[in-house]
C-alpha cells in the first residue's frame, strides 16, 4: 500500500464546476500536509498548506480528517487555468526537521469550456 | 529572483553509461532534496543535504546512485552504469529548514531516457 493514496482521475468539468478531490495517508505520526499543483511537463509549485481547523485561499479550500488521515481539496468555479495534476503530500514521519516529502500519484483536472 | 536551475534539461544515454545531473539551489536555501519522478507518478524522495552535509540516502534505488554537494550550494547526482528503469525526470528542491510549513521550491528537471 501507497503511504499517500489519491485517485488519478482524470476529473473533466465545465467551466464553473465544483471539484473535490481526496487523499489518504497511512502514517499517523505525519505532522505537515499540502497540496502541490503539477502543470504538464512543470515542476511541482505548493499551492497551499493544510491545516488541521482546515482553510481557505480564494476558490481552494484544503481540509484535513487526522482520525481518518484523510485530506481534502475543494475547487470552487473552477477555471480552465485549474486545469493541471494535484498532488496530496505529506511530510514523512519523523523527518519534521528535514522537510522530506511524501508524494501521492496525483489527481489529474481537466477543465473544459 | 533566481529560482532553482537544473542541468541538463534532457539527457538521452545509453545503457551502461554514466551520466551527471546538477542543481543550483536558491542561494541561501539550506536544505536541498532530489526527487526522481516516473512517468504518472508523483515524485519519489531520493535523498536530502543540509547544507555539505548528506543526512538522508535512503530513497536512493541503488549503490549506483550517488549524490554530493560539497561546499553546501551545488549538487550533483550521479548515476553509474545507467540502465533502462533509471528513465524519469529527476527533480532538485531547496527549502530554507526551520520555516513550517516546508515549502520546496523545485527546479524545473533533468529528464533523463536511458535507451
Known amino acids: 500500500r501507497k503511504e499517500v493514496e489519491q485517485d488519478p482521475g482524470p476529473f473533466n468539468v465545465p467551466e464553473g464546476a465544483t471539484v473535490a478531490f481526496n487523499c489518504t495517508y497511512s502514517?499517523?505520526?505525519?505532522?505537515?500536509f499540502f497540496w502541490y499543483r503539477q502543470d504538464c511537463r512543470k515542476e511541482p509549485k505548493l499551492l497551499m498548506s493544510?491545516?488541521?481547523s482546515g482553510n481557505e485561499d480564494g476558490r481552494f479550500t484544503a481540509q484535513l480528517n487526522r482520525a481518518s488521515q484523510y485530506i481534502s481539496l475543494l475547487i470552487r468555479d473552477s477555471k480552465l487555468s485549474d486545469s493541471a495534476t494535484y498532488l496530496c503530500?505529506?511530510?514523512?514521519?519523523?523527518?519534521?526537521?528535514?522537510?522530506?516529502?511524501?508524494f501521492g500519484q496525483g489527481t489529474t483536472l481537466q477543465v473544459k469550456p | 529572483g533566481a529560482g532553482v536551475s537544473q542541468s541538463p534539461r534532457y539527457k538521452v544515454a545509453k545503457r551502461g553509461q554514466d551520466v551527471a545531473l546538477r542543481c543550483d539551489p536558491i542561494?541561501?536555501?539550506?536544505?536541498l532534496f532530489w526527487y526522481q519522478q516516473a512517468l504518472g507518478q508523483g515524485p519519489e524522495f531520493l535523498t536530502y543535504?543540509?547544507?555539505?552535509?548528506?543526512?538522508?540516502k535512503s530513497g536512493l534505488p541503488s549503490d549506483r546512485f550517488f549524490a554530493e554537494r560539497p561546499e553546501g550550494s551545488v549538487s550533483t547526482l550521479k548515476i553509474q552504469r545507467t540502465q533502462q528503469e533509471d528513465s524519469a525526470v529527476y527533480l532538485c528542491?531547496?527549502?530554507?529548514?526551520?520555516?513550517?510549513?516546508?515549502?520546496?521550491?523545485f527546479g524545473p528537471g533533468t529528464r533523463l531516457t536511458v535507451t
Open positions: 543535504f543540509q547544507n555539505e552535509a548528506q543526512l538522508d
Open positions: 502514517n499517523s505520526a505525519s505532522q505537515s
Open positions: 528542491a531547496s527549502s530554507l529548514p526551520g520555516l513550517i510549513p516546508y515549502e520546496q521550491y
Open positions: 542561494s541561501g536555501h539550506v536544505s
Open positions: 503530500v505529506v511530510n514523512a514521519a519523523g523527518s519534521s526537521n528535514t522537510g522530506k516529502l511524501i
Open positions: 493544510v491545516y488541521s
